[in-house]
């Protein structure tokens, strides 16, 4: 009778809680990242075949945490710990695209997070320069980006809203937490017809793009969004 009983208890176990099935293999999660790009990604706005190819070659499962590697391709966010997030792949994959960056360009990133935005972005351009506010993640993600073999990619742990002085001007500055206002540091970084993607606002945010030319600032906004908050001394002074 037991023989009987405790594979259909196990199968019914696995019906009820998904998780308990065994790891995905190398192979499903190549299968899973195929249908999130088509789906999420061109089943919506993303038409930038650059950024579809980074989206569909960067393995996302490598950079949330190991219990969470089964739920990496699902259409939301996913916690990192320290009560930050790694952002939806589509909203990755819009503020890539509209930053259209170029391979010969310089990007700023402001939110390390996991790495997984600046992995993206490293296989799209020729340098990134990325920056995160709290020293355990950034120290894990500056070890994850080595032992995956990324080397065009420079994390620096601190303050963002100040940007990175030394390597400015920026082609693109990307920012995945959100200030109230754009800092002034930023733009001032930003190169002649650089561009920022950046959430602005409080509890919810509007992803603004701001661009420069001939010394001029021109903003439009894209779509409200939800970000964690920009932290640090310089946002608490605003
Ligand atoms: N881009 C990340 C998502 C990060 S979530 C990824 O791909 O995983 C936003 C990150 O911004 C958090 O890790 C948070 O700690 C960081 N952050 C908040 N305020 C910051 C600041 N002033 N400077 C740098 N990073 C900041």
């Known amino acids: 009778m037991n023989k009987l009983i405790n594979p259909i208890i196990m199968a019914l176990l696995l019906i009820?809680?998904?998780?308990?099935?065994?790891?995905?293999?190398?192979?499903?999660?190549?299968?899973?990242?195929?249908?999130?790009?088509?789906?999420?990604?061109?089943?919506?706005?993303?038409?930038?075949k650059a950024v579809l190819e980074a989206m569909q070659k960067v393995e996302r499962h490598k950079f949330v945490p190991p219990n969470l590697r089964n739920m990496a391709y699902a259409d939301r966010p996913l916690p990192i710990g320290e009560g930050q997030t790694?952002?939806?792949p589509y909203i990755v994959a819009l503020m890539t695209q509209l930053a259209d960056i170029q391979p010969h360009e310089k990007v700023l990133e402001i939110g390390t997070g996991s790495g997984y935005q600046a992995a993206i972005l490293a296989s799209l351009c020729h340098q990134v320069y990325t920056i995160e506010i709290i020293e355990s993640l950034c120290e894990q993600a500056r070890i994850r980006l080595t032992n995956l073999g990324y080397k065009?990619?420079?994390?620096?742990?601190?303050?963002?809203?100040k940007g990175w002085k030394e390597h400015?001007?920026?082609?693109?500055?990307?920012?995945?937490?959100a200030p109230p206002e754009v800092p002034?540091?930023?733009?001032?970084?930003?190169?002649?017809?650089?561009?920022?993607?950046?959430?602005?606002?409080?509890?919810?945010?509007?992803?603004?793009?701001?661009?420069?030319?001939?010394?001029?600032?021109?903003?439009?906004d894209i779509i409200p969004v939800r970000f964690v908050p920009m932290t640090g001394e310089e946002v608490e002074k605003m």
Do not use: H
């Open 16 to 48: 009820i809680f998904p998780a308990c099935k065994e790891d995905k293999t190398p192979n499903d999660f190549t299968t899973a990242r195929k249908q999130m790009v088509q789906r999420q990604l061109e089943g919506r706005d993303i038409t930038d």
């Open 86 to 88: 790694i952002s939806q």
């Open 152 to 161: 065009n990619v420079y994390v620096k742990c601190g303050d963002g809203f």
């Open 168 to 177: 400015a001007p920026y082609d693109a500055i990307i920012v995945t937490c």
């Open 184 to 220: 002034q540091p930023l733009i001032n970084q930003l190169a002649e017809k650089g561009k920022i993607v950046i959430p602005v606002g409080t509890q919810w945010q509007e992803l603004k793009v701001i661009t420069k030319e001939n010394d001029k600032i021109k903003t439009s």
